[in-house]
């Protein structure tokens, strides 16, 4: 891996990018199963790739940050953070469809639709959310569904940082879309009403079209 080959993305594509390598985590991290050093070893890659991002949007000529991103991206694909727990990949799902239907890049697809399915499922378990919060995003809190909730905004307020759409109507590719629009999404993500997706909370097509509903504004 050569970082100085990096030098001439443009700065979308590098948020894009460091927005994907936080979703492969995120997915893995967000499951039924928790693994101590599993989770810690994610969260370690989350702040970095935090950290390390905010430093690349604004120079993609920056060494130590794309190193940094690069050995993140290397970390994060090949399924380490997530050993021990069935992933989710329940967002990944959701943005393919918005990335077939609308030609929207595949890290922006990801940002457009994470709050929408965060705030969907967080009531699953909470207690997952809330130390993400706390170990990822530094923040404190005594209720864990108030800490859970300051956790997806934190995230969502990331990725407004980096550039990147947090629903529809941010994106410059998708823009507000009529119901049956969201019902064909919903249709297709759901291969046609036979499967279901994510596994932190397993998701049907009407579950999967109330995200998208979410996600419409």
């Not at 101590?36 to 989350?46: G, N, P, Q, R």
């Not at 989710?88 to 030609?103: C, K, N, R, T, Y």
């Amino acid at each position: 891996m050569n970082p100085e080959l990096t030098y001439t993305l443009p700065v979308y594509q590098v948020a894009c990018g460091v927005t994907d390598i936080m979703m492969h985590t995120l997915d893995r991290y967000f499951n039924p199963v928790d693994n101590e050093l599993t989770d810690a070893i994610a969260e370690a890659l989350l702040r970095t790739v935090i950290d390390k991002g905010r430093t690349a949007v604004k120079n993609q000529q920056d060494y130590d940050a794309m190193s940094e991103l690069m050995w993140a991206g290397s970390l994060s694909h090949n399924g380490l953070t997530g050993l021990g727990g069935p992933g989710d990949f329940a967002v990944h799902q959701l943005g393919h469809e918005l990335s077939a239907m609308f030609g929207t890049a595949h890290g922006a697809s990801l940002s457009t639709v994470w709050d929408s399915w965060a705030r969907t499922v967080c009531h699953a378990k909470p207690a997952r959310f809330a130390r993400y919060a706390k170990n990822v995003w530094g923040l404190s809190g005594s209720d864990e569904n108030d800490l859970a909730a300051a956790g997806i905004q934190a995230t969502r307020e990331y990725f407004t940082e980096l550039g990147m759409p947090v629903s529809f109507g941010q994106n410059q590719d998708i823009g507000i879309q009529a119901e049956e629009v969201l019902r064909d999404l919903a249709y297709r993500c759901s291969f046609q009403r036979s499967r279901s997706i994510g596994t932190f909370q397993v998701l049907n097509e009407e579950d999967i079209y109330g995200i998208y509903q979410k996600a419409n504004r």
